[in-house]
DNA sequence: GCCGCTAGGCTAACGTTCTTAGCCCAGCGC
DNA sequence: GCGCTGGGCTAAGAACGTTAGCCTAGCGGC
């Protein structure tokens, strides 16, 4: 064990993350970090601004992840296709790292980093040809359909043993569907 | 100030629930709890068994209440009027307790509880004579869509200034025809 | 090679919260 | 009037977040 541990505000945010994973977003505390990184708790200190700051680093992590699988999920491919994939790609990454939707629905990752995921979603929109408003509209179902099931799912919250591949590539069938047809315009 | 606070497990409950209202699901503490009922802290645990347990508890009032509200909104309606009206129903409570939306997807709203609500969406799914699993995949469907709008949108997740309204409208009529004419069926 | 600065570790200490243990009395039933 | 019990209390301890302040490893400049 070397005298200087050597962290950095980033090494302490992945390990933040695994702690989520582990324990989830209650389980997240500086001590379990401090431990992980084999240091006292107040020398988080120097890297991290204090617990609040901490689980904001998380979750634009999370965010900037999520984003880069969607993002890759849906290069080369346009319309139905693109949205298939960008709704598995998301649900993937939740069926992964289950612990992880909480973060999905917090400030940071509701404001400035969420604008590039919606930058891929309106991407693939415009295999639609869906413009402007249209199009923000549109990239809020598709956004509330996927992140709706994929946190229901991620929180254990569909009893029943049907199949959830079924009951998902079902919504991706009605929301394809609905956007192509143009449904809900005026 | 009476000797005896005349506290209940019920009255505990619903003090649980106005700091949820007031703080958010992470002010939720025993202390905050206590001093709102005018108590000491320890006697909370004559009538909840610590902090977990309130949690619980909360959470399912907060899934009870949305399903009477849900119920009672599609009371007297059919086919797609009784879709939309839950859909509504269901974003308007979380519109107007954003806090609650948290408390919607952990364990205690995931199961039991959770049944009821599951039965009132099956209930009306039926104006679409979708029975057994394709009743339930479509259940899923709908309650995936209208809960990560209404999550999104109660944790602020939409940015842009278009009208959040008309993109709930264009989810309801994307969902209400999807089902309707039974697209992803086999 | 030595000197000093600073980044990055540490210990000490405090406030808050959850939780358990144990006391004590108000008020009801007999 | 007497005793039981439910529902309050205080005391105490553990865990955590946070602040303050110290100390030194290791680098850059001379």
Redesign the interface.
């Known amino acids: 064990m070397p005298r200087r541990a050597g962290l950095t505000a980033q090494k302490v945010v992945e390990l933040g993350l695994s702690v989520v994973d582990d324990a989830g977003l209650d389980g997240l505390s500086l001590a379990r970090v401090a431990e992980a990184a084999g240091v006292a708790t107040p020398s988080l200190y120097k890297h991290v601004a204090g617990l609040p700051d901490l689980r904001e680093r998380v979750a634009r992590v999370v965010l900037a992840e999520l984003t880069d699988r969607v993002r890759e999920a849906v290069i080369g491919v346009s319309g139905d296709d693109a949205v298939r994939a960008l709704m598995h790609a998301y649900r993937s990454y939740l069926v992964e790292f289950p612990n992880r939707?909480?973060l999905l629905?917090?400030?940071p990752?509701?404001?400035e980093p969420?604008?590039d995921l919606?930058a891929v979603v309106l991407a693939v929109l415009r295999g639609y040809r869906l413009e402007g408003?249209e199009a923000?509209?549109?990239a809020?179902?598709l956004?509330?359909?996927?992140?709706?099931?994929a946190?229901?799912e991620?929180?254990?919250?569909?009893?029943?043993r049907?199949d959830?591949d079924?009951?998902f590539?079902?919504?991706?069938?009605?929301?394809t569907?609905?956007?192509r047809t143009g449904?809900?315009?005026p």
């Open positions: 939707a909480a629905v917090s400030p990752a509701a404001t969420g604008e919606l408003s923000i509209h549109a809020r179902v956004r509330s359909s996927v992140h709706g099931f946190s229901l991620a929180a254990g919250g569909f009893g029943y049907e959830l079924e009951s590539r079902r919504l991706a069938v009605i929301v569907t609905g956007l449904a809900g315009l």
